[in-house]
């Protein structure tokens, strides 16, 4: 008698697993809707780290990239991140799955994934969030204070955010999905992700 095919191995549920997860994308991409909501919706305790939540702690002197990338600016993000991934470590020790979300850039050290890979560990999945530009620049219309980007910022960003095709990295278009939809898709993206981590 042959002997029976192997079983298909269990795919993993991502509701349910202890994860670090870094949602990537332009502004207006949804990221931080999209980083609650599904933080929101977990079967186990999970935290949502913005890290522009985290830049603006810093009231007085606050270095506002919008005006000038400069070394202020630089030394504020850097102090952000730092903090996100010490918060996200503190968590993740307790039990607590975290998603944080940030504007990486794929060609850009400094706000690069190596920072986060440090910070956070070598656990963390990232995934990108990049909806189409007239996407974008109509949710960015809808922003207020500074965290509204001129359209040809966003537009800039956006161009940039398209290198992360071929980087291996996964990529959800939410063009035409809300943000449960999106979140869903989230799920079926890091299912696969556990099950075979991407290379960064």
Same mark, same amino acid.
């Given at each position: ?64 990239? #919008? ?8 030394? #504020? ?8 991934? /010490?918060?996200?470590?503190? /968590? ?23 920072? !986060? ?46 290198? !992360? ?10 063009? #035409? ?24």
């Amino acid at each position: 008698m042959p002997a029976p095919p192997p079983a298909a191995a269990p795919v993993p549920d991502p509701s349910a697993t202890t994860l670090a997860v870094l949602l990537i994308g332009p502004a207006g991409a949804g990221k931080t809707s999209v980083a609650k909501y599904w933080a929101d919706h977990r079967r186990v305790p999970t935290a949502h780290i913005s890290l522009d939540d985290v830049r603006e702690w810093v009231r007085s002197g606050f270095a506002d990239p #919008q005006s000038g990338w400069n070394d202020n600016s630089e030394a #504020q993000y850097r102090l952000a991140r730092r903090t996100c991934g /010490f918060a996200a470590r503190n /968590f993740l020790a307790n039990g607590i799955s975290c998603i944080l979300d940030d504007a990486v850039f794929p060609d850009r050290p400094v706000v690069g994934l190596g920072g !986060w890979k440090r910070h956070v560990g070598p656990g963390l999945l990232p995934v990108v969030l990049l909806p189409g530009l007239d996407i974008v620049l109509e949710r960015n219309a809808e922003r207020s204070g500074n965290r509204r980007l001129t359209d040809e910022e966003v537009a800039r960003i956006h161009g940039r955010m398209a290198g !992360w095709y071929g980087s291996g990295l996964p990529i959800i278009d939410n063009s #035409q999905l809300d943000v449960p939809a999106t979140a869903r898709v989230l799920d079926d993206v890091l299912a696969r992700s556990i099950a075979s981590p991407p290379q960064w």
